[in-house]
């Protein structure tokens, strides 16, 4: 593991000498590593103590403290009460292999709150019935706590009113519900749809889809190499042909906070529609869509700290009331004939059959809980922990950070030259620290970057400082094959 190139030999043993004293002879002392001359001087195997031993002293000598220059960021945080925050976490308790689970997968899902746990449990106990169609108690107790949900989660996002809240299964299918409800009607051959560099396929596969029946064209808004969209570059392709601007309001790889309200702005310029993506937004950062002024926002449940399966598409009630059914069946007609069927208003025009109903109750709690803590308060304490862990990151030999615009959220995505990315992974996960390997269903922004996979470690309200101090010390014993070679 260790190169015979000069400078990276030097870094290393910077590292190990301010890390883990106890593994140098005593020859190697604080004077003679000060005055070190890395040209002509020893290699690091024999600045080791008893080199075929050392991968065992490290797995039991304790790392001394990082010395990473984000230590302001970790001070200011302080009046964050993450440590009460945490106790709500009933799985941040759990231990993986004895020890104590580190979730930085938070961009793929986020753990539930007690008071999430504790609402579903209530709920299946005294109130589960189906809503709407039926006047005994229990339908009336179900049908006051899903509006009730609505409700909540119209004012979280500042909507309108309630009925711009559609339910539904998560940002997948709400993005596929406007390109079909919405789309089809509204675009036609040799209109135009755009769409960035840095979307989850979830907001490519559906546009692409649509253009294939409709003869519309796909374009593309370019990224530069720090991540954020070139808006001169998007100003050129909005035309009078734009039908639709579909973007993510927080990239799911990057973490980079796109210009939404510019965005959206220049698009209704153009006489274009605008569907946000906020699956990365809503649980990092104040959402409100009429100062926004979107036209379609999209977010999943699971990464708001609710349930699975469950998802909020807002629409402008405008178009909602202009847009055909998504799908047919029950609770979303007025009158069925054998010859022709009347739909109800939105948003229950959209929500055929039973919908998720216990789950959207969940999410409703979720969405009390976040707003109680407060998402500046969050935004600001997850942004001093980024920036604590890109400065770590950027201290390990060989790291590569993707994705480095000012304005982002806690996700941070990185390869380590000569690691394989799963097994960057699997390695980490022995240590009880979850991260994402892969290319997280956006393929065309790591390839944008030269990449067919990263790692990738994202941040939330309950994670610490010390949780990243763990997460870099694992990552520099990987580097030295220590974990790998107790493990194998």
Same mark, same amino acid.
């Given at each position: 593991?260790?190169?015979? /190139?000069?400078?990276?030999?030097?870094?290393?043993?910077?590292?190990?000498?301010?890390?883990?004293?106890?593994?140098?002879?005593?020859?190697?002392?604080?004077?003679?590593?000060?005055?070190?001359?890395?040209?002509?001087?020893?290699?690091?195997?024999?600045?080791?103590?008893?080199?075929?031993?050392?991968?065992?002293?490290?797995?039991? %000598?304790?790392?001394? *403290?990082?010395?990473?220059? @984000?230590?302001?960021?970790?001070?200011? @945080?302080?009046?964050?009460?993450?440590?009460?925050?945490?106790?709500?976490?009933?799985?941040?308790?759990?231990?993986?292999?004895?020890?104590?689970?580190?979730?930085?997968?938070?961009? *793929?899902?986020?753990?539930?709150?007690?008071?999430?746990?504790?609402?579903?449990?209530?709920?299946?106990?005294?109130? /589960?019935? /189906?809503?709407?169609?039926? +006047?005994?108690? #229990?339908?009336?107790?179900?049908?006051?706590?899903?509006?009730?949900?609505?409700?909540?989660? +119209?004012?979280?996002?500042?909507?309108?009113?309630?009925?711009?809240?559609?339910?539904?299964?998560?940002? %997948?299918?709400?993005?596929?519900?406007?390109?079909?409800?919405?789309?089809?009607?509204?675009?036609?051959?040799?209109?135009?749809?755009?769409?960035?560099?840095?979307?989850?396929?979830?907001?490519?596969?559906?546009?692409?889809?649509?253009?294939?029946?409709?003869?519309?064209?796909?374009?593309?808004?370019?990224?530069?190499?720090?991540?954020?969209?070139?808006?001169?570059?998007?100003?050129?392709?909005?035309?009078?042909? %734009?039908?639709?601007?579909?973007?993510?309001?927080?990239?799911?790889?990057?973490?980079?906070?796109?210009?939404?309200?510019?965005?959206?702005? #220049?698009?209704?310029?153009?006489?274009?529609?605008?569907?946000?993506?906020?699956?990365?937004?809503?649980?990092?950062?104040?959402?409100?869509?009429?100062?926004?002024?979107?036209?379609?926002?999209?977010? $999943?449940?699971?990464?708001?700290?609710?349930?699975?399966?469950?998802?909020?598409?807002?629409?402008?009630?405008?178009?909602?009331?202009?847009?055909?059914?998504?799908?047919?069946?029950?609770?979303?007609?007025?009158?069925?004939?054998?010859?022709?069927?009347?739909?109800?208003?939105?948003?229950?025009?959209?929500?055929?059959?039973?919908?998720?109903?216990?789950?959207?109750?969940?999410?409703?709690?979720?969405?009390?809980?976040?707003?109680?803590?407060?998402?500046?308060?969050?935004?600001?304490?997850?942004?001093?922990?980024?920036?604590?862990?890109?400065?770590?990151?950027?201290?390990?030999?060989? *790291?590569?950070?993707?994705?480095?615009?000012?304005?982002?959220?806690?996700?941070? $995505?990185? /390869?380590?030259?000569?690691?394989? $990315?799963?097994?960057?992974?699997?390695?980490?996960?022995?240590?009880?620290?979850?991260?994402? *390997?892969?290319?997280?269903?956006?393929?065309?922004?790591?390839?944008?970057?030269?990449?067919?996979?990263?790692?990738?470690?994202?941040?939330?309200?309950?994670?610490?400082?010390?949780?990243?101090?763990?997460?870099?010390?694992?990552?520099?014993?990987?580097?030295?094959?220590?974990?790998?070679?107790?493990?194998?």
């Amino acid at each position: 593991m260790i190169t015979n /190139n000069t400078e990276i030999e030097k870094l290393i043993y910077d590292e190990a000498y301010l890390y883990y004293p106890e593994l140098f002879s005593l020859a190697a002392s604080a004077v003679q590593h000060k005055n070190r001359d890395f040209e002509n001087d020893i290699r690091i195997s024999d600045i080791f103590s008893g080199f075929s031993d050392w991968p065992v002293l490290l797995e039991n %000598t304790a790392a001394c *403290a990082l010395p990473f220059s @984000a230590l302001n960021g970790r001070k200011s @945080a302080e009046q964050f009460n993450v440590f009460k925050i945490r106790s709500d976490f009933p799985i941040l308790e759990e231990t993986i292999d004895g020890r104590k689970l580190v979730w930085f997968d938070n961009a *793929a899902t986020t753990q539930k709150p007690k008071c999430v746990i504790e609402r579903l449990e209530y709920f299946y106990e005294h109130e /589960n019935s /189906n809503v709407h169609r039926s +006047a005994h108690t #229990l339908a009336r107790r179900t049908t006051d706590a899903y509006e009730g949900a609505r409700l909540t989660i +119209a004012e979280f996002l500042n909507a309108p009113k309630a009925d711009d809240i559609v339910f539904i299964r998560g940002s %997948t299918e709400g993005i596929n519900l406007v390109a079909q409800s919405y789309g089809l009607t509204q675009v036609g051959e040799g209109d135009e749809i755009l769409i960035s560099q840095l979307e989850h396929h979830a907001n490519i596969v559906p546009w692409q889809f649509l253009c294939k029946k409709t003869g519309a064209k796909l374009r593309i808004i370019p990224i530069d190499d720090s991540g954020q969209i070139i808006l001169t570059e998007y100003k050129k392709l909005l035309t009078c042909r %734009t039908k639709i601007v579909a973007i993510a309001h927080v990239s799911n790889v990057l973490g980079t906070i796109t210009p939404a309200e510019e965005m959206i702005r #220049l698009a209704h310029t153009a006489g274009a529609k605008v569907l946000l993506d906020g699956a990365q937004a809503v649980s990092h950062l104040p959402v409100d869509v009429q100062a926004l002024d979107c036209d379609f926002y999209v977010f $999943s449940g699971h990464k708001l700290f609710g349930p699975t399966g469950i998802g909020v598409l807002y629409g402008k009630t405008e178009l909602l009331e202009a847009m055909a059914p998504y799908q047919g069946g029950g609770n979303m007609i007025s009158d069925v004939t054998m010859e022709e069927s009347q739909f109800k208003k939105p948003p229950h025009r959209f929500e055929a059959g039973t919908g998720n109903i216990a789950d959207a109750v969940g999410l409703g709690s979720a969405v009390t809980y976040v707003k109680q803590i407060g998402l500046q308060a969050i935004y600001r304490y997850e942004r001093a922990l980024l920036e604590y862990m890109t400065d770590a990151i950027e201290q390990i030999p060989g *790291a590569a950070a993707i994705g480095t615009a000012p304005d982002k959220s806690g996700i941070l $995505s990185f /390869n380590i030259k000569g690691f394989d $990315s799963d097994r960057l992974a699997a390695l980490l996960d022995r240590e009880g620290i979850a991260v994402r *390997a892969g290319h997280h269903c956006a393929q065309p922004v790591i390839r944008r970057y030269g990449f067919e996979k990263t790692v990738r470690a994202s941040l939330a309200l309950y994670n610490t400082f010390d949780e990243i101090d763990v997460f870099v010390s694992a990552l520099s014993r990987i580097l030295f094959g220590v974990i790998s070679t107790l493990s194998s």
